[in-house]
Nanobody, 123 residues
Framework: QVQLVESGGGLVEAGGSLRLSCAVS????????LGWFRQSPGKEREFVAA????????NYADSVKGRFTISRDNAKNTVYLQMNSLRPEDTAAYYC????????????????WGQGTQVTVSS
């Protein structure tokens, strides 16, 4: 059973930074493309970023390009989301997901999902 556990969320002032982590267990970590999504109350789930299985290719939503960076450590079975220059509109629950390739993950069709971690950005 593959499990994804997010951590690192919290409350931060606008302009600040946070780093989210997602630890993956129970599967072959290096075979998965990984991604992050977010969802705010009353809004649809939104793609944030994705990274290929070997970390060579990355993909970002336009709303976070230049501010967020996705990375992975295959030795630690962990994927990260470094979030800089945070804005109040980044406030959401952030979810980690794993799938076969970046295109699948980006569509939201990943096989596995975490439970989420809350990020709140105050103005």
């Amino acid at each position: 059973q593959v499990q994804l556990v997010e951590s690192g969320g919290g409350l931060v002032e606008a302009g600040g930074s946070l780093r989210l982590s997602c630890a993956v267990s129970g599967g072959t970590f290096s075979s998965y493309a990984l991604g992050w999504f977010r969802q705010s109350p009353g809004k649809e789930r939104e793609f944030v970023a994705a990274i290929s299985s070997r970390g060579i290719a990355t993909n970002y939503a336009d709303s976070v390009k230049g501010r967020f960076t996705i990375s992975r450590d295959n030795a630690k079975n962990t994927v990260y989301l470094q979030m800089n220059s945070l804005r109040p509109e980044d406030t959401a629950a952030y979810y980690c997901t794993a799938g076969s390739i970046v295109a699948v993950v980006r569509r939201g069709d990943g096989n596995y999902w975490g439970q989420g971690t809350q990020v709140t950005v105050s103005s």
